[in-house]
């Protein structure tokens, strides 16, 4: 298998920031510091892309960022997908799904129907109206899915919204009030991630039912989905998580379905005390899913 490793700059709240020096921007450095496509290359050929210079001259105002943020995003997904590599987003945070979205929808066609499996312990899905922050990084799903900020999206390369039934939420254990009534009246489904001695589940069922109705998917985990003893200083941990092994199996359902075309962790943050307790984990819920993904061949761009 031959993977991209694309790298992203961190942008989590909308304000400009020092990505190389804080937080969450160093994680794709500490990644390479500790020789993560090495140890890949067992399963996978792997190639990196770092595209956190794409932004250095960008708009400091938050919503111009993220569309170029966004377009550099999608540029990297769609050109591994026509190489016929398959692109996976380590570092950053979980504003870059829309351009992950735009770059599939740029590789595989317009015709093409993508789908989303969403692990966070949050859904991501505030629009300006529902949201108690204003946090631009708790905003992308509803982005994707055409609820708010449509010059973001489209500069993705996502000119049509994903519809909301091709969207799982796994765990969203901490909705905002307005977000969950916003949840409910779509077509997203939420479920649990699964107990991985369970024979059937929620989850599964879930899982196969998209897979059916889809294309291709994205897979995308926010580290903090994890309980807090394994992401301690993410800036948005929450207790009563699962835990790594079970995140993990939940993983490879979605991957054994064949449909993963695209696959992140983001949000991990590699800095401080807790770093490398934080990095350990994103590590290993990368090469466990690298490990299942490597048997599935890439398919073609459209």
Not at 36 to 58: N, T, Y
Not at 79 to 88: H, L
Not at 137 to 142: K, S
Not at 213 to 235: F, M, S, T
Request: with cysteine.
């Amino acid at each position: 298998m031959r993977i991209t490793m694309i790298i992203p700059p961190a942008f989590s709240s909308g304000r400009p920031a020092d990505q190389r020096t804080s937080g969450l921007g160093t994680t794709g450095d500490a990644y390479l510091a500790d020789g993560l496509p090495g140890r890949l290359g067992a399963l996978a050929d792997v190639e990196v892309q770092d595209i956190q210079a794409a932004v250095a001259d960008a708009p400091s105002e938050p919503i111009p960022r993220l569309e170029v943020l966004s377009a550099a995003v999608s540029g990297a997904v769609a050109g591994a997908i026509r190489s016929d590599t398959a692109p996976m987003v380590t570092g950053g945070s979980c504003v870059s799904l829309p351009g992950v979205l735009g770059g599939m929808r740029q590789g595989y066609g317009p015709e093409a129907r993508i789908g989303l499996v969403w692990f966070d312990a949050h859904g991501d899905f505030n629009t300006p109206t529902t949201s108690l922050t204003q946090m631009l990084g708790g905003m992308p799903v509803a982005v994707s899915a055409g609820l708010c900020y449509p010059t973001w999206r489209v500069a993705s390369g996502l000119d049509a919204p994903i519809p909301t039934d091709r969207i799982i939420m796994v765990d969203v254990r901490n909705l905002d009030p307005a977000e969950r009534t916003l949840v409910e009246a779509t077509d997203i489904r939420v479920v649990d991630v699964p107990d991985r001695t369970a024979a059937t589940s929620p989850f599964a069922e879930a899982v196969a039912a998209l897979a059916a109705e889809v294309d291709h998917l994205y897979l995308h985990i926010d580290a903090d989905v994890l309980d807090a003893r394994y992401q301690p200083n993410h800036p948005t941990v929450e207790p009563d998580g699962p835990s790594l092994e079970d995140v993990n199996a939940a993983m490879d359902l979605v991957l054994a379905t064949g449909k993963v075309r695209a696959f992140g962790v983001v949000s991990v943050n590699a800095e401080g005390p807790d770093g490398p307790t934080s990095l350990a984990s994103g590590m290993a819920m990368i090469e466990s899913a690298v490990g299942t993904w490597s048997r599935r061949e890439p398919v073609a761009a459209g």
